[in-house]
T-cell receptor, first 109, second 114 residues
């Protein structure tokens, strides 16, 4: 059901930038890309979303390629508390939000 | 303002029983979605309700049902429970399906079926 593919897992050193890629090659022109993360057994937490332009907020930056077929979530200075599963979601044609398997990011000291 | 509230947080049932889970969305939100999360299958979409109508449904058997009340609160029901129904059930709300803003999730109801 999910329209995105992400690496299963990634590691990042504490204090360094974490770059999480996502492929969404079948995305349509009016479909948004969303990123959520889930820390063990808690409800998913919204991070950021975008349509065409790059976006930045207090948590992260979202870089969307010009053809919109892929995007990268950037956590500029990863901390141990950023260890979580990160989900990239393309909102469906009927506006539903379907999650894929996500990327398990481990931030190491 | 208060977030999405799910009750109960934990419950244990036996096979064949039924269970009802409740979700109170953020005030003003009229859309409620339900998800099932298991270690093997990840986060799977169950259904979404908006203005008391089910507008979208995932690939789950008819044992899984839901409803939404006029105050936007939602319940989901699972009948004839199976061991495989053991999962974290998450509820999420947003103002409307057309809104491009975020989904807000509750902490979930963890169901164990023995």
């Amino acid at each position: 059901d999910a329209k995105t593919t992400q690496p299963t897992s990634m590691d990042c050193a504490e204090g360094r930038a974490a770059n999480l890629p996502c492929n969404h090659s079948t995305i349509s022109g009016n479909e948004y890309v969303y990123w959520y993360r889930q820390i063990h057994s808690q409800g998913p937490q919204y991070i950021i979303h975008g349509l065409k332009n790059n976006e930045t907020n207090e948590m992260a930056s979202l870089i969307i390629t010009e053809d919109r077929k892929s995007s990268t979530l950037i956590l500029p200075h990863a901390t141990l508390r950023d260890t979580a599963v990160y989900y990239c979601i393309v909102r469906g044609y009927n506006n539903d939000m379907r999650f894929g398997a996500g990327t398990r990011l481990t931030v190491k000291p | 303002k208060a977030g999405v509230t799910q009750t109960p947080r934990y419950l244990i049932k036996t096979r064949g029983q039924q269970v009802t889970l409740s979700c109170s969305p953020i005030s003003g939100h009229r859309s409620v979605s339900w998800y099932q999360q298991t270690p093997g299958q990840g986060l799977q979409f169950l259904f979404e309700y908006f203005s008391e109508t089910q507008r979208n449904k995932g690939n789950f058997p008819g044992r899984f049902s839901g409803r939404q009340f006029s105050n936007s609160r939602s319940e989901m029901n699972v009948s004839t429970l199976e061991l495989g129904d053991s999962a974290l059930y998450l509820c999420a709300s947003r103002s409307s399906p057309a809104n491009t803003g975020e989904l807000f999730f509750g902490e979930g109801s963890r169901l164990t079926v023995l």
